[in-house]
């Protein structure tokens, strides 16, 4: 085998070496999900005695129709309404004259029936009345919504910066849902009314679940770089075409994110550092910047449009298609084979998968979303 394909083998292997010790140390401290589990056990506990229940009144139905059929020779029909209103307590009249026997039986109908139907409302009552049942429900549903996903965002962790994400999806109108393990944050993501998956953002059976297979990205926003890398790895194997961006908290762990298989790393405190500079010595261009991205008041948005296969720009010049000269959209600069070009030339030709980065008014870019 050759050298460099040992190389790129042994750091791979390094790479998770390092990503399975510091994850497992990770795991040793992290919150598991007994509470949310323990709710769901007391739930369908609950509603299994409502089912119990709901079973004992057929039975005191079966019983009394078959009883007043056998000894009061009624027919059955006869002997089933005679049943229900016995075992209602509703207060009709016989419809036959009942003999001593049928009397005596019309007792433990009343014992046996009237209770069951009495026990099963109390369930039904106080199943239907609990505040974790809510939850419940609330939860089967967001999972069935999450199941009709597709083209989502999904974002690992819902701390700071998964919540920015998260009001940044929001705002733009795109299908996300948030992956977390810790139930402190299960309450604050119900109460966002943000869809969510609880569990472990590394294991592939909660990927599975937040639909992996049909997500157009992910973001690494969880505590610690092991677990960022541990869930670029099972996010990469379950889907190879995923966009992946990751959160950096430790310089080196960057090259160690990009091998693992992100598609982008990013590192709040660089970020942050890098903006800061920028506002120090260049304030106009922060504030530009800031203006176009941020400000809602901006009748404005910094956009990018990739040109697809069918499009009618491909194989036309910025010129031809009205681009070169900045009226309806400012053309800033473009991704042409992985390569970007600031302020391209009115003769550059169009191809299929170029990405136009642009400054178009606000009104126009919410018509051509529609």
Same mark, same amino acid.
């Given at each position: 085998?050759?050298?460099?394909?040992?190389?790129?083998?042994?750091?791979?292997?390094?790479?998770?070496?390092?990503?399975?010790?510091?994850?497992?140390?990770?795991?040793?401290?992290?919150?598991?999900?007994?509470?949310?589990?323990?709710?769901?056990?007391?739930?369908?506990?609950?509603?299994?005695?409502?089912?119990?229940?709901?079973?004992?009144?057929?039975?005191?139905?079966?019983?009394?129709?078959?009883?007043?059929?056998?000894?009061?020779?009624?027919?059955?029909?006869?002997?089933?309404?005679?049943?229900?209103?016995?075992?209602?307590?509703?207060?009709?009249?016989?419809?036959?004259?009942?003999?001593?026997?049928?009397?005596?039986?019309?007792?433990?109908?009343?014992?046996?029936?009237?209770?069951?139907?009495?026990?099963?409302?109390?369930?039904?009552?106080?199943?239907?009345?609990?505040?974790?049942?809510?939850?419940?429900?609330?939860?089967?549903?967001?999972?069935?919504?999450?199941?009709?996903?597709?083209?989502?965002?999904?974002?690992?962790?819902?701390?700071?910066?998964?919540?920015?994400?998260?009001?940044?999806?929001?705002?733009?109108?795109?299908?996300?849902?948030?992956?977390?393990?810790?139930?402190?944050?299960?309450?604050?993501?119900?109460?966002?009314?943000?869809?969510? %998956?609880?569990? +472990?953002?590394? !294991?592939?059976?909660?990927?599975? #679940?937040?639909? $992996? @297979?049909?997500?157009?990205?992910? &973001? *690494?926003?969880?505590?610690?770089?092991?677990?960022?890398?541990?869930?670029?790895?099972?996010?990469?194997?379950?889907?190879?075409?995923?966009?992946?961006?990751?959160?950096?908290?430790?310089?080196?762990?960057?090259?160690?994110?990009?091998?693992?298989?992100?598609?982008?790393?990013?590192?709040?405190?660089?970020?942050?550092?890098?903006?800061?500079?920028?506002?120090?010595?260049?304030?106009?261009?922060?504030?530009?910047?800031?203006? %176009?991205?941020? +400000?809602?008041? !901006?009748?404005?948005?910094?956009? #990018?449009?990739? $040109? @697809?296969?069918?499009?009618?720009? &491909? *194989?036309?010049?910025?010129?031809?298609?009205?681009?070169?000269?900045?009226?309806?959209?400012?053309?800033?600069?473009?991704?042409?084979?992985?390569?970007?070009?600031?302020?391209?030339?009115?003769?550059?030709?169009?191809?299929?998968?170029?990405?136009?980065?642009?400054?178009?008014?606000?009104?126009?870019?919410?018509?051509?979303?529609?």
């Amino acid at each position: 085998m050759p050298r460099s394909h040992l190389h790129q083998r042994k750091s791979r292997f390094s790479v998770l070496n390092w990503c399975f010790a510091q994850s497992k140390r990770a795991k040793q401290t992290a919150p598991h999900d007994a509470p949310k589990r323990a709710a769901d056990r007391e739930v369908l506990a609950d509603i299994w005695r409502l089912r119990l229940a709901l079973a004992l009144v057929g039975a005191g139905v079966v019983y009394g129709t078959l009883g007043y059929a056998l000894i009061e020779k009624w027919p059955l029909h006869d002997a089933l309404y005679m049943t229900v209103i016995t075992i209602s307590t509703v207060g009709f009249a016989e419809i036959h004259p009942l003999s001593n026997t049928g009397r005596a039986f019309t007792m433990t109908v009343i014992l046996a029936g009237a209770g069951s139907v009495f026990y099963s409302m109390g369930v039904a009552f106080e199943l239907l009345l609990s505040e974790r049942f809510r939850h419940w429900r609330a939860h089967r549903k967001m999972q069935e919504e999450i199941r009709e996903m597709r083209g989502h965002y999904i974002i690992c962790g819902y701390g700071r910066i998964g919540q920015q994400v998260v009001d940044d999806l929001r705002e733009a109108d795109l299908p996300y849902l948030v992956i977390d393990s810790k139930p402190e944050r299960w309450q604050l993501l119900q109460e966002n009314n943000v869809p969510f %998956v609880d569990g +472990d953002a590394t !294991l592939d059976e909660t990927l599975l #679940e937040a639909g $992996i @297979e049909h997500a157009k990205a992910v &973001v *690494g926003a969880l505590n610690d770089d092991a677990s960022n890398m541990m869930m670029t790895v099972t996010a990469r194997g379950l889907n190879p075409q995923l966009f992946i961006i990751a959160r950096a908290a430790l310089p080196e762990s960057e090259k160690k994110l990009m091998r693992a298989g992100a598609d982008d790393v990013i590192s709040p405190y660089k970020v942050g550092a890098r903006h800061i500079s920028l506002a120090m010595m260049r304030p106009a261009v922060n504030n530009f910047i800031n203006a %176009v991205l941020y +400000d809602s008041e !901006l009748q404005a948005e910094f956009t #990018e449009k990739t $040109i @697809e296969n069918d499009s009618p720009l &491909v *194989g036309q010049t910025l010129a031809d298609a009205g681009l070169a000269h900045g009226r309806d959209v400012l053309l800033i600069a473009m991704l042409h084979n992985s390569k970007l070009i600031f302020a391209p030339p009115a003769n550059t030709v169009l191809h299929a998968g170029d990405t136009l980065i642009i400054v178009v008014p606000t009104e126009s870019l919410k018509m051509a979303r529609v």
